[in-house]
């Protein structure tokens, strides 16, 4: 719904126009992150409609953050994620809205789109390719990094987390599959401006520690985008786009 940005018309704000590129359900209400412009701003539509009034709003302040990348609710709690950082907001429901604080330091993203919900040990967790080129697992406490066996040169294939082209961060997404327990990660890799490479984590294993995970490396993956979708038979599989026009 947002791979790309989110515009609504006129007739769904009161007084101002917002273009996000990111956004999320949470308390009645839909909340946009990235917004153009303004790239700390929050903004939020009014309770249970889409209204997005002219003082619906709240401008970041958060030493060192310069960008919102998103928003991602676990655990019915919303999470903001920032190149270096994950602060909670904290919904207070009057005026102000919500306040924020911050949940992690050290471990941010830039390709918003690797975030997944999945479950583990029968709680949610978010599990994402961070800042730094690895892949983590947050619980809305702490962030474990469970990619050494591919962060850097290994023994399963000639393909590493390291080299990841840190220039196109955009352009990486990932889909999480909870009936097979595996994280399908889409990367633009050495040199290449757009998707192809594939790191493909089991995670029915995963360990408190690094441990315990396996990971499948495959190259020639130029998929832009993919999600979970139900087959002919009706089974929910990965699904993925090959360029714009495909469907």
């Known amino acids: 719904l947002f791979g790309s940005s989110l515009t609504l018309t006129a007739a769904d704000t009161d007084t101002v126009t917002p273009i996000a590129h990111d956004g999320e359900s949470w308390r009645n209400r839909f909340f946009f992150f990235d917004v153009d412009g303004f790239p700390t701003r929050i903004q939020w539509t009014n309770s249970n409609t889409f209204v997005v009034s002219s003082t619906n709003y709240q401008d970041v302040d958060i030493p060192g953050v310069r960008r919102i990348y998103t928003g991602k609710v676990l655990r019915n709690q919303l999470y903001l994620f920032t190149r270096d950082s994950i602060h ?5 429901g ?5 306040s924020i604080g911050p949940a992690l330091s050290s471990v941010g993203v830039r390709s ?4 997944q919900v999945i479950m583990y040990k029968g709680e949610e967790h978010l599990i994402f390719l961070g800042t730094d080129s690895r892949v983590y697992l947050f619980n809305g406490y702490s962030a474990i990094p469970i990619s050494s066996q591919v962060d850097e040169s290994n023994d399963l294939s000639p393909y590493y987390l390291k080299r990841i082209n840190g220039g196109a961060y955009n352009e990486a997404w990932a889909v999480a599959d909870d009936r097979e327990q595996l994280y399908h990660l889409c990367v633009p890799y050495g040199t290449e401006g757009a998707v192809s490479h594939r790191f493909v984590a089991d995670y029915s294993g995963v360990e408190e520690e690094a441990g315990g995970i396996s990971w499948w490396p495959w190259d020639n993956q130029p998929f832009r985008a993919g999600c979970m979708a139900s087959d002919i038979t009706g089974r929910k599989r990965v699904q993925e786009q090959l360029s714009a026009s495909e469907t």
Do not use: E, H
């Not at 009057?94 to 919500?98: E, F, G, M, R, V």
């Not at 918003?112 to 975030?115: A, E, L, Q, S, V």
């Open 94 to 98: 009057s005026d102000p809205l919500i």
């Open 112 to 115: 918003k789109r690797t975030i």
């Open 88 to 92: 909670k907001v904290t919904y207070l």
